[in-house]
């Protein structure tokens, strides 16, 4: 598994090649070290500038097309990964992520088909069958919630042991500053604890009343998160956007941002679905 310490340590060697030599390859890895990282726009910018100089590197299509499909551009990410094919073949990294991207444009039978395809090659891939199995229960699902009009559910809870759920995040309707979204976030029923931590795990904005050190809970969420990105990833379940973990005493509830992530903190004897909506609204600048 891949660290953060790792990847900091790619991107300072790929970009130390690049400036010394702009026309360099690199940048494809470059740019998806910065991905994996979390920051998309620095990573689009670098391989769009190197691709203009690459136009024939397969390799960067493909990178570019998981960098937009991470971004939501789901059209745009499979113009690039059949660029990708076009220059490097049909190879399973590119059809996989033509399967993944076909998913979260909804179009399942397209999926389904090319994933059986590779399952015959294959029939013993773990991520082949766990895509599949995905493409055929997600229009199931779909229409069990279409017409019962719920939201979503949420998964059972084990009985015993931290749960780990991923989810989509909310991403807030007005702008409102790290410090003031924070300090507003404190004052809501349930909430114990909320920090802003950047992306070295180092926490900028606090309000915290749990007797538990701040720093030390943003450094173990970061690296935690990290870790379930990671696996994730390379599942190809796309970008970690939502954290829940609920241990004996406290719940933690993360949400990825672009620069970090936001950590609120909740003593466990508080009502999960009243803290869970308070924060998205919150985030949607709703809470008084």
């Not at 941002?257 to 609120?264: A, K, N, S, V």
Request: aromatic share 6%; glycine share 6%; hydrophobic share 40%.
């Amino acid at each position: 598994m891949t660290t953060v310490l790792e990847i900091n340590d790619r991107i300072e060697k790929c970009q130390k090649i690049l400036d010394t030599d702009p026309n360099s390859q690199i940048f494809a890895a470059l740019s998806e070290a910065l991905r994996k990282k979390g920051e998309f726009d620095k990573a689009f910018r670098i391989c769009r500038t190197g691709l203009k100089i690459h136009p024939e590197c397969g390799s960067a299509h493909l990178v570019m097309a998981k960098i937009n499909l991470d971004r939501g551009l789901f059209d745009w990410a499979e113009i690039e990964v059949n660029r990708a094919s076009k220059t490097d073949g049909h190879t399973r990294a590119i059809e996989l992520l033509k399967a993944e991207i076909l998913i979260y444009k909804g179009e399942f039978a397209k999926a389904v088909n090319l994933l059986k395809k590779f399952l015959e090659i294959n029939p013993d891939d773990s991520q082949i069958n766990k895509l599949l199995e995905i493409a055929r229960k997600l229009p199931e699902e779909q229409t069990v919630i279409s017409t019962s009009g719920a939201s979503h559910s949420r998964p059972n809870r084990h009985e015993e042991g931290p749960t780990v759920v991923a989810e989509r995040i909310v991403e807030p309707a007005v702008e409102l500053s790290t410090t003031e979204l924070v300090e507003r976030a404190i004052t809501l029923p349930g909430i114990d604890g909320a920090l802003f931590v950047n992306l070295e795990g180092l926490v900028v904005e606090s309000q915290w009343t749990l007797k538990l050190d701040e720093s030390m809970c943003g450094a173990i969420m970061a690296e935690t998160g990290n870790a379930v990105a990671q696996e994730l990833m390379q599942n190809s379940f796309g970008q970690v956007q939502t954290i829940l973990i609920e241990s004996e005493d406290v719940m933690f509830y993360q949400m990825n941002m672009e620069d970090g992530f936001y950590l609120f903190a909740s003593r466990s004897s508080s009502n999960l679905g009243s803290i869970r909506m308070k924060i998205e609204n919150l985030l949607n600048g709703k809470a008084k």
